[in-house]
């Protein structure tokens, strides 16, 4: 059985400003629920702006503050970091090797910390060949970055320049011969793009996307996020005990609060391990823990200050807004729903739709159901009024009711271009699926959470503005399959690619963002959202699917 609190235990040196060091594993294991032992190897005089001084403590008061833990506590997993001579960096591995021949092997992480983020020297050079020679083959994991890898390497007489990310993944390889199970190049201080992402893909290389723009997504980026931001990736490469590469790739983040960096990254994996989660997943998570970290920092110093360390240390279920993520609400629901929302976007309907190629009587179908669902839109909107208890988003509801109801009389000269009478239009049944789905806005509408109402709202707003951005997207591809000019839909895509209905879009997507983070749901009600969300792509689908098969 897991225990609830894993003691951990990182054998590092002191940072007396609190921001790396075994400050920065403390604080890490903490948050992520563990108890966090510490055996101290060397103290630092040391600010946000350099380490002034280090004062390295004596090998066999090291030795004697691992066995005085080991003796009496049963730690579930070990980090290293700054070890700062060779004396101590071999009676650390001594001694962790006799206890895992005599007691049984406890996972065990190495970040072979060498040189500080405002470049100080923290590993004697002489300490280089024992940390290759007596604590790699202990471990489980290394996590070099950059600098320290290609200093690795070099050592070794193996090609050491990382000038590309092909050069890391060769590199990851090179440093798993050095005797460790498995290597996490760590790409902070590298530059890469999504462009050398689709370079080194392979059969034996997964790329692990974390918060990066998925498939019909154009609606975030567009709104959120700007394309310098998203090309500007950090890349971590993991090299498992298989040789299996995997890359996780996540949008650089700008900042000066990255001291501590690799301390809290190894940390934060620990502390997974520590809990019994698979390699893979520690890193991805131990990497989203530290991104945000540094994207949520508050300035400390005048140099590099520290990440901030306690942000989830309240379980959010929906991330903070930040630059780089500004809609994390929304990317959550699209991708708990990504397969259906891809049948919804890229639906037979849209393709066609596309191509000009949609058999009138399927498109006149639909816009004669549409015109009937408008009427279900406006009065959920009117629900979602009345729920509200401030006059801004009452006033907000209101409005979009009346957007509506003037949308409802330029539909209906819409439909007349296509042949279709008022009397003809007003008088048309509704389809089941039609039915179907306003039956469910209403139903959400009179349930006690307003949230529910406001995500089912979205779903239609959202995904027709993404339908409209996506065709717009492809349109401009070269020998596109998208006939934009002289299609007979034309002016359906431009409405819905064009700035009066993507201000709607963002509007919208503000209004479910905002509404989120003032009130956090509960586990439960966060499962409420994305059902609701799940169910209402469905029912556009479906609406698609009612014009295709003519649906009376």
């Given at each position: 059985m897991?225990?609830e609190?894993?003691?951990v235990?990182?054998i590092a040196?002191s940072?007396?400003?609190?921001g790396?060091?075994?400050?920065?594993?403390?604080?890490t294991f903490?948050?992520?629920?563990?108890?966090?032992?510490?055996?101290?190897t060397?103290?630092?005089?040391?600010n946000?702006?350099?380490v002034?001084?280090?004062?390295?403590?004596?090998?066999d008061?090291?030795?004697?503050?691992i066995n005085s833990v080991?003796?009496d506590?049963?730690i579930?997993a070990?980090?290293t970091g700054m070890?700062?001579?060779?004396e101590?960096?071999k009676?650390?591995?001594?001694?962790?090797?006799e206890?895992?021949?005599a007691?049984g092997?406890?996972p065990?992480v190495?970040?072979?910390?060498c040189?500080s983020?405002?470049?100080?020297t923290?590993?004697h050079?002489d300490?280089?060949d024992t940390?290759?020679?007596e604590l790699f083959?202990?471990?489980d994991?290394?996590t070099?970055?950059?600098a320290?890898?290609e200093?690795?390497l070099?050592?070794?007489?193996?090609p050491?320049?990382i000038?590309?990310?092909q050069?890391m993944?060769?590199?990851a390889?090179?440093?798993?011969?050095?005797?460790?199970?498995?290597?996490?190049?760590?790409?902070?201080?590298?530059?890469a793009?999504l462009g050398?992402?689709?370079?080194?893909s392979?059969?034996d290389t997964?790329?692990?996307?974390?918060d990066?723009?998925?498939?019909?997504?154009?609606i975030?980026r567009?709104?959120?996020?700007k394309e310098q931001h998203?090309?500007s990736?950090v890349?971590?490469?993991?090299c498992?005990s298989?040789?299996?590469?995997?890359?996780f790739?996540?949008?650089r983040?700008?900042s000066?609060?990255?001291?501590?960096t690799?301390?809290t990254?190894?940390?934060?994996?620990?502390?997974q391990?520590?809990?019994?989660?698979?390699?893979g997943?520690?890193?991805?998570?131990?990497?989203?823990?530290t991104?945000?970290?540094?994207?949520?920092a508050?300035p400390?110093g005048?140099?590099?200050g520290?990440?901030n360390?306690i942000h989830s240390i309240?379980?959010?279920?929906v991330?903070p807004r930040?630059k780089?993520?500004p809609?994390p609400?929304t990317?959550?629901l699209?991708?708990?729903s990504?397969?259906i929302?891809?049948?919804y976007?890229?639906?037979e309907f849209v393709?066609?739709l596309?191509?000009g190629t949609?058999?009138?009587e399927?498109f006149i179908?639909?816009?004669?159901q549409?015109?009937l669902y408008?009427?279900?839109?406006a009065?959920?909107?009117?629900?979602?009024?009345?729920?509200?208890h401030?006059?801004?988003p009452?006033?907000?509801?209101?409005?979009v009711v009346?957007?509506?109801?003037?949308?409802?009389?330029?539909h209906?000269?819409?439909c007349?271009?296509?042949?279709i009478t008022?009397d003809?239009l007003?008088n048309?049944?509704?389809?089941p699926s039609l039915?179907a789905?306003?039956a469910?806005?209403i139903?959400?509408?009179?349930?006690g959470?307003?949230?529910?109402?406001v995500v089912?709202?979205a779903?239609c707003?959202l995904?027709?503005?993404e339908?409209?951005?996506w065709l717009?997207?492809?349109?401009?591809?070269?020998d596109?399959?998208?006939q934009?000019?002289?299609n007979?839909?034309?002016?359906?895509?431009?409405d819905?690619?064009?700035d009066?209905y993507q201000k709607a879009?963002k509007?919208?997507?503000?209004m479910?963002?905002?509404r989120?983070?003032a009130?956090?749901?509960s586990p439960?009600?966060?499962?409420?959202?994305?059902?609701?969300?799940?169910?209402c792509?469905?029912l556009?689908?479906g609406?698609?699917?009612?014009?295709?098969?003519?649906?009376c």
């Amino acid at each position: 059985m897991m225990l609830e609190s894993p003691p951990v235990l990182t054998i590092a040196g002191s940072d007396s400003s609190g921001g790396a060091g075994i400050q920065a594993d403390l604080k890490t294991f903490t948050v992520h629920g563990c108890y966090g032992a510490s055996v101290t190897t060397a103290l630092t005089a040391q600010n946000t702006t350099g380490v002034q001084a280090v004062y390295g403590l004596p090998p066999d008061f090291v030795k004697q503050q691992i066995n005085s833990v080991l003796d009496d506590i049963d730690i579930k997993a070990i980090k290293t970091g700054m070890l700062f001579n060779a004396e101590n960096t071999k009676i650390v591995a001594q001694v962790l090797k006799e206890r895992f021949d005599a007691k049984g092997h406890i996972p065990l992480v190495c970040d072979p910390v060498c040189v500080s983020t405002s470049g100080h020297t923290l590993l004697h050079p002489d300490a280089v060949d024992t940390i290759i020679d007596e604590l790699f083959p202990l471990s489980d994991l290394i996590t070099p970055n950059k600098a320290e890898a290609e200093l690795l390497l070099k050592q070794r007489n193996f090609p050491s320049r990382i000038a590309n990310l092909q050069d890391m993944v060769n590199a990851a390889r090179q440093l798993k011969k050095l005797g460790p199970q498995a290597v996490l190049l760590k790409g902070g201080h590298f530059v890469a793009s999504l462009g050398d992402l689709v370079n080194v893909s392979s059969d034996d290389t997964q790329v692990i996307r974390d918060d990066l723009r998925d498939e019909n997504t154009n609606i975030l980026r567009v709104h959120g996020r700007k394309e310098q931001h998203v090309d500007s990736l950090v890349v971590d490469v993991l090299c498992a005990s298989d040789n299996h590469i995997t890359i996780f790739a996540r949008t650089r983040v700008q900042s000066t609060s990255t001291h501590g960096t690799g301390c809290t990254l190894s940390a934060a994996l620990v502390s997974q391990l520590a809990r019994g989660i698979p390699l893979g997943e520690a890193v991805r998570l131990a990497a989203a823990y530290t991104h945000i970290g540094i994207e949520t920092a508050i300035p400390i110093g005048s140099g590099f200050g520290p990440l901030n360390h306690i942000h989830s240390i309240t379980p959010q279920l929906v991330s903070p807004r930040t630059k780089t993520n500004p809609y994390p609400l929304t990317s959550s629901l699209i991708r708990s729903s990504r397969v259906i929302w891809k049948e919804y976007i890229r639906h037979e309907f849209v393709v066609l739709l596309g191509k000009g190629t949609l058999p009138k009587e399927n498109f006149i179908h639909f816009i004669k159901q549409d015109y009937l669902y408008l009427k279900y839109y406006a009065r959920a909107y009117a629900l979602l009024a009345a729920k509200s208890h401030a006059y801004a988003p009452i006033s907000a509801a209101i409005d979009v009711v009346f957007s509506i109801v003037q949308e409802s009389s330029m539909h209906m000269g819409y439909c007349a271009e296509w042949g279709i009478t008022e009397d003809e239009l007003i008088n048309t049944s509704e389809s089941p699926s039609l039915t179907a789905y306003g039956a469910f806005l209403i139903d959400t509408g009179m349930q006690g959470d307003p949230m529910k109402l406001v995500v089912a709202l979205a779903a239609c707003l959202l995904g027709y503005g993404e339908v409209g951005l996506w065709l717009k997207e492809e349109a401009r591809a070269p020998d596109s399959w998208v006939q934009w000019e002289r299609n007979p839909y034309l002016k359906w895509m431009e409405d819905y690619s064009g700035d009066v209905y993507q201000k709607a879009v963002k509007a919208g997507l503000e209004m479910l963002e905002s509404r989120a983070e003032a009130d956090a749901p509960s586990p439960i009600r966060f499962a409420d959202w994305q059902n609701v969300w799940e169910r209402c792509t469905r029912l556009e689908k479906g609406f698609w699917d009612m014009a295709m098969n003519l649906e009376c």
